[in-house]
């Protein structure tokens, strides 16, 4: 038994009184409630982004139970997709780990139906981790368990299930056509009315959010339905430490991505709800917790079984992708045209942005596994579409190139428009002609962007965004990229002046000395870009562009002309030419 873990646990556990006790007529019970949400698939541990990771989780709540066991586990939904380890699967590895972790009952978020509804239904199928959604209808009839009342030591614990209306518009429509998205608030409280004389405690786990951009938040529904004791909420990534009372409904949610567990404590008196805490346990506090074994080796016997799916050909390239770091990060590139292509597409926007710094790899020609997508977008991002303003758009555009010629992971690869900046102006100010479509930017106008949700929360410092709801949802990266590359190929993605830099003139010195004694013509001034001198550690791909000289690119990294065209055996060391591949040496 892990002294480590008991001492953690049962400092959110053992608060007041934590057993269950009997005063002559009087008998208080205490149900222990651990809950996640939004984890988006986030299986492994990852100590850089603070995620806890199921292994140390499944390890926390066997000693929960050991501690109290009245304990039930829940999650508040958006689990079922996100991380290439569980979307290889479509879903199936998520439930796999979340029944061995001991999970009783989830609720559906929006991106559960990223596969589409009925694969959602083969997997309810799977588990034993029964879902639960009571406004979830097709043809008039519940697609899922509405409810369960559950007794646990004599205490009867009424639990429904909420998906957020925003579904219809948060995964692809097709993902839930058909389905119809009831009102929550009035489902609420026809299944509080139902449950409220056969059980003693009411608890709603409910994938709504408290975000007040939201069709619907949890703090509405616990204003306007009496009678539920808790809200396990999800959606809106909320850190609620200690929860959130409205009237006599404690909401409780756990941030996002595994990173924080909650532990809830609920003391309940002849039938009768007499107190209700809530912790959060975060990484940080996980620490130095032995991860559990089963659930080690699970994750590795899922790793394992992942290898052969990750070596599956998704798509083939005719040519060479760029998806080089200091390429995709300070200009344009065929790889950034080709991937921001794909968000537009998939998202039917008027515009397309990628950020370089979600772009990871190059890809040779040829067949692209699964794999090679995990690794050039490894984040699990999706792709969601915001309706901005023509003066916001502008703004974004400088803070895309306010770094310029400093490589940036915030640096956006474009689609359906075209910008051109100067660097020589001050930051702010760069940009000098913008056009969406064939047409000028009008800052009055109104334009859809597809970004991805890193973006849309203000990620890279695009907190331009953050004040615009969401307008819908679409799939992950590596899954538009890889429709988008089968059906449209590569045509039309070469480098072709989507992004423009002003070339900065060097004025040149006037001459010392006597003047000449013939009339000499002026010398014309030469045109250069600025950029940030370098030495590579090792090989590069350089993928030259309109303007490019070969002498410019050698003192970027430090080198002669001769020594990098000798390098790539190049004929004609002054003859270049735009979406040539030329490899930069290593120092």
Do not use: C
């Not at 930051?427 to 913008?434: A, D, N, P, T």
């Amino acid at each position: 038994m892990n002294k480590r873990i008991i001492s953690l646990v049962l400092t959110f556990l053992l608060i007041l009184s934590s057993f269950t006790f009997v005063f002559a007529d009087t008998e208080t019970t205490k149900i222990t409630i651990i809950h996640t949400n939004d984890t988006h698939s986030r299986l492994l541990e990852d100590d850089y982004n603070g995620v806890i990771g199921f292994a140390k989780l499944a390890a926390l709540i066997k000693e929960a139970k050991e501690a109290n066991p009245n304990t039930l586990v829940l999650d508040a939904g958006d689990t079922l997709h996100g991380m290439p380890i569980v979307n290889i699967s479509r879903g199936e590895n998520a439930l796999k780990v979340l029944e061995a972790a001991g999970y009783d009952y989830m609720t559906l978020g929006n991106h559960d139906f990223n596969y589409g509804y009925e694969r959602l239904l083969e997997l309810k199928d799977m588990s034993s981790v029964e879902m639960l959604s009571a406004n979830i209808l097709k043809d008039g009839e519940n697609l899922f368990t509405p409810y369960v009342i559950r007794e646990v030591a004599g205490i009867k614990i009424g639990i429904f299930g909420l998906t957020t209306p925003e579904t219809t518009y948060k995964t692809s429509p097709t993902n839930v056509e058909g389905l119809t998205f009831e009102d929550s608030i009035e489902i609420s409280k026809a299944i509080v009315d139902e449950l409220r004389e056969s059980t003693d405690l009411i608890i709603g786990l409910v994938h709504i959010g408290l975000d007040e951009s939201s069709v619907v938040t949890s703090k509405e529904i616990a204003e306007k339905v009496e009678g539920i004791d808790v809200i396990i909420d999800g959606h809106s990534h909320t850190v609620l430490e200690t929860g959130l009372l409205v009237n006599d409904t404690l909401i409780v949610q756990a941030g996002e991505h595994g990173k924080s567990v909650g532990f809830l404590n609920i003391e309940i008196e002849n039938g009768e709800v007499i107190n209700k805490t809530s912790q959060l346990i975060t990484a940080e506090e996980t620490a130095e917790i032995e991860a559990d074994p089963e659930l080690v080796q699970l994750i590795e016997e899922i790793d394992e079984a992942n290898k052969e799916m990750f070596d599956r050909v998704v798509a083939t390239t005719d040519i060479f992708l760029d998806g080089n770091r200091e390429n995709v990060r300070a200009k344009e590139t065929n790889l950034g045209n080709l991937s921001a292509d794909a968000v537009r597409a998939a998202a039917g926007s008027d515009i397309g942005f990628v950020n370089g710094g979600n772009i990871r790899i190059s890809l040779e020609p040829g067949d692209i596994t699964f794999g090679l997508l995990a690794e050039l977008f490894p984040f699990g991002n999706t792709v969601q579409v915001k309706k901005i303003t023509g003066e916001d758009l502008l703004e974004v555009l400088e803070h895309s190139v306010s770094g310029y010629p400093a490589t940036s992971g915030g640096f956006l690869q474009v689609s359906g428009m075209t910008f051109t900046f100067d660097p020589s102006k001050e930051v702010g100010s760069r940009v000098v002609e913008v056009s969406v479509g064939n047409e000028e930017l009008d800052i009055s106008a109104e334009y859809t962007v597809a970004i991805n949700d890193f973006l849309g929360i203000g990620g890279d410092g695009y907190e331009v965004f953050k004040d615009y709801p969401i307008h819908s949802e679409v799939g992950t990266y590596e899954e538009v990229f890889a429709e988008y590359l089968n059906s449209k190929g590569t045509a039309g993605i070469e480098v072709s002046g989507r992004i423009k830099v002003v070339e900065v003139a060097e004025e040149l010195e006037e001459p010392v000395g006597p003047e000449p004694a013939e009339e000499v013509e002026p010398v014309e001034e030469l045109e250069v870009i600025e950029e940030e001198v370098t030495e590579p550690t090792e090989e590069i791909t350089y993928i030259v562009v309109p303007g490019d000289v070969l002498w410019r690119i050698a003192e970027k990294y430090n080198l002669s002309y001769e020594e990098l065209s000798e390098y790539n055996n190049l004929d004609n060391p002054h003859l270049i030419y735009p979406d040539q591949v030329l490899k930069v040496p290593a120092k």
